[in-house]
């Protein structure tokens, strides 16, 4: 296996030369791990202590950082051979060198000094490398671990992207966002590879409708899933203005205060909508009936007892739609608890065969809010929602049985209330 080390293996710095040789038989350390070989070779006995350790060292095969450092002291204190580099030895890697020249770039940006572009792997290099890690939230080791070296290369395209005049401002915007540094560096690097992508077709819309979500108050503090989903759903649909606009208010809104389950499933109907503006909003008013979480339990999620429900409904996707648009009528969340029940309740009896379209909701909200619906007798609003539910699109029907529910009459009859509300059917035409 080829040496993993930033600048390869070090090679061993000569002890320095006797005139007494000997012929001897060791154990050369292989390249690979798992092989062992012998060879024969002449080696100069060390002619101090000092070097005699420094032999051992070497022999020893001890090329880890550590190592190299012990090497360069013992080397400086030997009253003879050369010099060592004031850098710890190796030799030069193109990969060691264009991490250099990588991280170069990043120090250039964030006002630091540059260091040394030789491809060695230096403790100076080291440094550099802990310093990005520490600034950029990634476990300190001074190892370019992949994780390290793909949130390099994504700070050096943002750079360059800032470089553009046409993608400058959405770039700065978007580095100095919490809810960017807050992805992981993988999820950073698909982010910055669309953008890639936007800034060479010429949309760039597309960027700065996903910076608008990415940097709304509130997405930072999402669930990694919640986070995820609601950059795909903008993927989707990148140069969707207004999907922009409908995902970054809920960022920022209750929303952020449900569960992550409940967040998946909200944000999962939303991308199936494609682009339904009336569905998106229909659920972003769902979605922002969330109370806070209990007094001195900010840990637990908000509830939206609305959402729940939704989420409980049968499995039948007009039913679920039918309710999504009821619930985001205007003038539902004004109603008391009674009646929204009975409304709900009633849905999948009442409309069996389709979903109701948008003005058909809007005509059953004529008929609930009426002043005096929510005080008749439960069995005659029921009644009075299944006459509605027949012609659901008559807004005249639903004005007719509004003015019913007003009549004090109709209020207090007990016997004949059935054959007016037929009546009133019968009489007001398509």
Do not use: C
Not at 2 to 23: K, L, V
Request: no cysteine; hydrophobic share 35%; aromatic share 4%.
């Amino acid at each position: 296996m080829a040496d993993t080390r930033i600048g390869g293996q070090t090679p061993n710095i000569p002890s320095p030369t006797t005139t007494n040789t000997t012929e001897t038989t060791s154990e050369v350390v292989p390249s690979s791990i798992g092989e062992r070989q012998t060879s024969t070779e002449r080696q100069e006995p060390a002619n101090t202590a000092l070097a005699q350790k420094m032999q051992a060292t070497e022999n020893k095969g001890q090329h880890n950082l550590s190592g190299q450092l012990m090497r360069h002291s013992l080397n400086q204190a030997l009253p003879t051979g050369p010099a060592a580099p004031a850098q710890v030895g190796g030799t030069a890697h193109p990969g060691t060198l264009d991490m250099q020249h990588s991280l170069n770039k990043w120090r250039a940006e964030n006002n630091l000094k540059p260091i040394k572009e030789d491809g060695l792997d230096s403790e100076d290099t080291r440094n550099a490398i802990r310093e990005f890690q520490r600034q950029n939230g990634i476990k300190e080791s001074g190892v370019p671990t992949p994780e390290t070296l793909k949130s390099l290369a994504t700070q050096v395209d943002i750079i360059a992207l800032k470089n553009n005049p046409s993608t400058a401002a959405d770039m700065r915007k978007l580095a100095d966002s919490e809810g960017f540094k807050k992805l992981p560096p993988d999820v950073q690097s698909d982010v910055i590879n669309r953008f890639k992508q936007y800034a060479a077709a010429g949309e760039l819309r597309n960027i700065g409708n996903m910076v608008n979500v990415i940097d709304q108050p509130g997405f930072a503090n999402l669930p990694l899933s919640s986070k995820k989903l609601m950059l795909d759903t903008m993927a989707a649909r990148p140069d969707d203005d207004r999907l922009a606009t409908n995902l970054s208010r809920m960022a920022g809104s209750p929303f952020g205060k449900l569960d992550e389950t409940s967040q998946n499933w909200a944000l999962n109907r939303i991308k199936s909508y494609g682009g339904d503006r009336n569905k998106i909003v229909s659920l972003l008013v769902i979605t922002t009936r969330t109370t806070d979480p209990p007094p001195g339990r900010p840990h637990l999620p908000g509830k939206n007892e609305m959402l729940t429900r939704l989420m409980n409904y049968p499995p039948d996707t007009d039913q679920v739609e039918n309710m999504v648009k009821i619930l985001g009528a205007a003038g539902f969340s004004d109603l008391s608890v009674d009646v929204q029940n009975q409304i709900l309740d009633g849905l999948p009896s009442r409309f069996t065969t389709g979903q109701l379209s948008y003005g058909e909701a809007a005509n059953i909200m004529i008929l609930a809010t009426s002043p005096q619906f929510e005080k008749l007798h439960p069995d005659k609003r029921d009644e009075m929602m299944n006459t509605l539910a027949m012609r659901p699109w008559n807004f005249k029907l639903a004005n007719a049985l509004r003015e019913l529910a007003e009549n004090g009459r109709f209020q207090v009859d007990k016997r004949t209330w059935r054959q007016t509300l037929e009546r009133v059917d019968a009489d007001t035409p398509d």
